[in-house]
């Protein structure tokens, strides 16, 4: 039902925007989000957007350099990723889910709905 693209390897410096198409139901209520999983890591969260908030949520690590927004229409969340470092190679994954509540929204299990992940690789 989620499905991520966009992907691919880059150099440092570079720029990305990933994409994450939803089918089979609207997410447009829902909180979505982004993550990631480095090899030999534990997946982390990268980004946010709590329900119909417009005050999106990021990881340290990312502030500043990434984006994310959704097109509610087109029942697809995005994340523009700017200045890419080689620490940001991972495989990232779309997330969504009606009930996620805000104390809970950067953890990976409060979320129902996942995508199959696109791999982000960054060359130094």
């Known amino acids: 039902q989620l499905q991520a693209s966009g992907g691919g390897l880059v150099q440092a410096g570079d720029s990305l925007k990933l994409s994450c198409a939803a089918s089979g139901r609207s997410f447009s209520g829902s909180t979505v989000a982004w993550f990631r999983q480095a090899p030999g890591e534990e997946r982390e969260f990268v980004s946010a957007i709590f329900r119909r908030s417009s005050n999106p949520v990021y990881a340290d690590s990312v502030k500043g350099r990434f984006t994310i927004s959704r097109d509610s229409a087109k029942n697809t969340l995005f994340l523009q990723m700017d200045n890419l470092r080689p620490e940001d190679t991972a495989v990232y994954y779309c997330?969504?889910?009606?009930?996620?509540?805000?104390?809970?929204?950067?953890?990976?299990?409060?979320?129902?709905?996942w995508g199959q992940g696109t791999q982000v690789t960054v060359s130094s």
């Open positions: 997330a969504a889910s009606p009930s996620v509540i805000l104390s809970n929204l950067r953890f990976q299990t409060a979320y129902a709905y």
